[in-house]
Every structure is written in structure tokens, then in C-alpha cells.
């Protein structure tokens, strides 16, 4: 019974938590792909991460 409720709880949280993670070396950022992976399910928002291409280097005047 502790197993099922694991995946029904814990599992969908750590997911979306790795896909915030990814966003965060992405243009979407952290939040937006958190909010995509909600809305689109966590497939649809690791695609939309991964399209989103890596997020540009910051260029400053040392």
C-alpha cells in the first residue's frame, strides 16, 4: 500500500522537480517548465525544454 502511494504522490513531485531543474540550463527557465510540465504532462514538458534550446551566456565586462 506504502508503494502505491508513493508513485501516486511522490513520484509526479521529484518528476516535475527534475524537469524544473533541466529548465533551468534552458531558456524557459525553472517555473515555466515547471508549469508546462504540469499542463502538458512531464513528456510534453521535457519537449517544450529541449526545444527551447540552452540559455545564452551571460557576456560581462570583467
Known sequence: MELTLLFVYAL???????????????????WLTVLLSIVLTPIGGFIAAQLSGPRKADRRAG
Request: hydrophobic share 55%.
Open 12 to 30: 509526479p513531485v521529484v518528476t516535475l522537480l527534475a524537469l524544473g531543474l533541466l529548465g533551468t540550463t534552458r531558456r524557459l527557465g525553472f
